[in-house]
């Protein structure tokens, strides 16, 4: 007989940065399209690259959750903007 294991609070709470990570890459897409700003554009107001807003859209998991939240600043996002896209 195989034992159940509940899962380790760490994984569980890693799962969930992910989905936040997803949902706020979903919404900057969004944000980003609807402004019609390029990739390029975003990165300057960053003062970072093309190819980091790229891994952003992309939920990359080694790309920090403060730069997500730099990122949809910059297109002019809200913090109420950003709360109802990390509940998306």
């Given amino acids: 007989m195989r034992i159940r294991r509940k899962p380790q609070p760490a994984r569980r709470y890693e799962s969930q940065v992910l989905d936040i990570k997803a949902a706020l890459a979903r919404g900057l ?10 990739q390029g554009r ?3 107001r960053l003062g970072s690259s093309q190819s980091r807003i790229s891994k952003i859209e992309a939920g990359d998991p080694a ?3 403060d730069l997500f939240i730099r990122a ?3 297109t002019g996002a809200t913090r109420g903007d950003i709360a109802r896209a990390m509940g998306s």
């Fill in 29 to 38: 897409r969004r944000r980003r399209a609807a402004g019609k700003i390029s």
């Fill in 42 to 44: 975003l990165a300057a």
């Fill in 63 to 65: 790309v920090s959750l």
């Fill in 72 to 74: 949809l600043f910059a």
